[in-house]
C-alpha cells in the first residue's frame, strides 16, 4: 500500500525550529520527486517546497527561503523538513506529497505545526 | 507567479444535478509536450486532498466517471455530471507548470 505519514509536528514558540519527518512506504522512493504543501487553519493549501529523486535538485516558496531546509534519506525511506526561526503565520497543517505524472498524486495525513507562546 | 482563480468559491448543489468549477491561470499551462499542467483536487472535511484529474482532462485512478475535466492553456473546469452526497467538500485547482505550484482559492461543494 502506498502510504505517506508525516511525524514531528507540535507546539513551538517563535523564534523556534522543528523538524517534520515523511515515512514512506510502498513505492520506489528514488524514483520519486517529494513535496510540502501547508494548509493554515480554515486556509487554502500552499506549497511550500520540493526536492528532486536524489536530493540535488531543491526549490522553496519565497515565505519560507532561508529558513526551511527540504531534504531525503532515501536508504531510510524518509522526507525532511527543517524549520527554523518560526512565525505565527507558518502555523498549518503539513503535508508531504508525491509528485508523479505532472501532479501531486499522494499526499500524507498531515502534522500539525502550532507556532506561539 | 502564476495567479489561479477559481469560481464560484461557494457551489450549493441538489443531489443528482450536474455541477461545474471554473479556474483560470494568469498563465498558459499548455507545455511543449502537449500537456496542460492542471491539476483537480478535493478535500473532503477532516481529510487530506486527494486527486481528481491531472494534466488537465485525466481522470485519476479509483476516480468516479462523473468527474471529468476539460479545458487548456488558461481556462479550465472540473464538471461533475451527478452530484452525490459524498462529493461535499473543497474542490481546488493546482498548476504545475512552474515553481511555485500555485493552488486556487478553492470551491466548498454543498448538498442542498
Redesign the interface.
Same mark, same amino acid.
Given at each position: 500500500e502506498v502510504q505517506l505519514v508525516e511525524s514531528g509536528g507540535g507546539l513551538v514558540q517563535p523564534g523556534g525550529s522543528l523538524r517534520l519527518s515523511c515515512a514512506i512506504s510502498g513505492f520506489t522512493v528514488s524514483n520519486s520527486w517529494m513535496?510540502w504543501?501547508r494548509q493554515a487553519p480554515g486556509k487554502?493549501?500552499?506549497?511550500v517546497s520540493?526536492i528532486s529523486n536524489d536530493g540535488s535538485n531543491t526549490?522553496y %516558496? +519565497?515565505s519560507v527561503k532561508g529558513r526551511f531546509t527540504i531534504s531525503r534519506d532515501n536508504a531510510k525511506n524518509t522526507l525532511y523538513l527543517q524549520m527554523s526561526s518560526l512565525t505565527a503565520e507558518d502555523t498549518a497543517v503539513y503535508?508531504c506529497a508525491r509528485?508523479s505524472?505532472? %501532479?501531486? +498524486?499522494i499526499? /500524507?495525513? /498531515?502534522t500539525m505545526v502550532t507556532v506561539s507562546s | 507567479d502564476i495567479v489561479m482563480t477559481q469560481s464560484p468559491l461557494s457551489l450549493p448543489v441538489t443531489p443528482g444535478e450536474p455541477a461545474s468549477i471554473s479556474c483560470k491561470s494568469s498563465q498558459s499551462l499548455l507545455q511543449s509536450d502537449g500537456?496542460n499542467?492542471l =491539476?483537480w483536487?478535493l478535500?473532503k472535511p477532516g481529510q487530506?486532498?486527494?486527486?481528481l484529474i491531472?494534466?488537465g482532462s =485525466?481522470r485519476?485512478s479509483g476516480v468516479p466517471d462523473r468527474f471529468s475535466g476539460s479545458g487548456s492553456g488558461t481556462d479550465f473546469t472540473l464538471k461533475i455530471s451527478r452530484v452525490e452526497a459524498e462529493d461535499v467538500g473543497?474542490y481546488?485547482c493546482?498548476q @504545475?507548470l512552474q515553481?511555485?505550484?500555485?493552488? @486556487?482559492? @478553492?470551491t466548498r461543494l454543498e448538498i442542498k
Amino acid at each position: 500500500e502506498v502510504q505517506l505519514v508525516e511525524s514531528g509536528g507540535g507546539l513551538v514558540q517563535p523564534g523556534g525550529s522543528l523538524r517534520l519527518s515523511c515515512a514512506i512506504s510502498g513505492f520506489t522512493v528514488s524514483n520519486s520527486w517529494m513535496h510540502w504543501v501547508r494548509q493554515a487553519p480554515g486556509k487554502g493549501l500552499v506549497w511550500v517546497s520540493r526536492i528532486s529523486n536524489d536530493g540535488s535538485n531543491t526549490r522553496y %516558496a +519565497d515565505s519560507v527561503k532561508g529558513r526551511f531546509t527540504i531534504s531525503r534519506d532515501n536508504a531510510k525511506n524518509t522526507l525532511y523538513l527543517q524549520m527554523s526561526s518560526l512565525t505565527a503565520e507558518d502555523t498549518a497543517v503539513y503535508y508531504c506529497a508525491r509528485w508523479s505524472s505532472g %501532479a501531486v +498524486d499522494i499526499w /500524507g495525513q /498531515g502534522t500539525m505545526v502550532t507556532v506561539s507562546s | 507567479d502564476i495567479v489561479m482563480t477559481q469560481s464560484p468559491l461557494s457551489l450549493p448543489v441538489t443531489p443528482g444535478e450536474p455541477a461545474s468549477i471554473s479556474c483560470k491561470s494568469s498563465q498558459s499551462l499548455l507545455q511543449s509536450d502537449g500537456h496542460n499542467y492542471l =491539476n483537480w483536487y478535493l478535500q473532503k472535511p477532516g481529510q487530506s486532498p486527494q486527486v481528481l484529474i491531472y494534466l488537465g482532462s =485525466n481522470r485519476a485512478s479509483g476516480v468516479p466517471d462523473r468527474f471529468s475535466g476539460s479545458g487548456s492553456g488558461t481556462d479550465f473546469t472540473l464538471k461533475i455530471s451527478r452530484v452525490e452526497a459524498e462529493d461535499v467538500g473543497v474542490y481546488y485547482c493546482m498548476q @504545475g507548470l512552474q515553481i511555485p505550484i500555485t493552488f @486556487g482559492q @478553492g470551491t466548498r461543494l454543498e448538498i442542498k
